[in-house]
């Protein structure tokens, strides 16, 4: 009697398919794992720049007249889904910062919401106006020195901070550079009869610290917005 043909090893090839598919999907998920805080921070620094490439008179006139919320208790981690999120939401600029010394160029947006974090420096308070009282603004520390607030790490006294509403350009000079701890709110409230600028991180970039970075300076300076005011502004190639 014939022996009938044998039979494939299906039940073989399929585990031996599984295991690749497997295999894949678990370097897939390592690469990841490796390149988020790469990928999180170009989106950042993209996001950042093309926001800034992008204020003008008009549209910080309509952004001053939005609502706001200033809750820092609400304020989450600079993580990959709060970036993504922002993605859909970078049109909340009302001026722009930059720090020439240490290549810090930023949008300033109107209040405290993750979004306008995950972009540039946000306003503290309600109300706040440039050149008047204390300008408070918090930016993420991250950990890579060129994204938002990471470059305050290495401002010195004396160096120069320039604020834009494109109306006027205020030119601010650093007096104090510390760190302090985060319950430490006091520092973006009005000081009698001096006009300040106040810069908070608010995430700091090593888990060790528990302390944020707090530059303060001085009004120096005001001028219009003219072409030639505004060139510091402008991001670097």
Known sequence: MAKAPKQ????????TWAWRV???LGLLLGLALVFNEQIKLFVVDWMSRSTLSAVDKQSVEKNNKKKATYDFSKVNDLDLGTVGNAAMN???????IAIPKVSLRLPIMKGLANDN???????MTADQKMGEGNYALAGHDTSHKGVLFSPLGYVKKGDNIYLTDMKKVY???????KNVDQYEVHWVDPVPNQKLITL????VSTASRADRIMVRGELKKVSKATKKHLKVFKADK
């Open 8 to 15: 494939p090893k299906k039940s073989s090839k399929a585990k």
């Open 22 to 24: 497997f295999l894949t």
């Open 90 to 96: 970078t049109k909340n600029a009302i001026g722009m």
């Open 117 to 123: 974090l995950s972009v540039g420096a946000a306003t």
């Open 171 to 177: 030119r601010y000079k650093v007096t104090l550079k």
């Open 200 to 203: 908070i991180t608010c995430e």
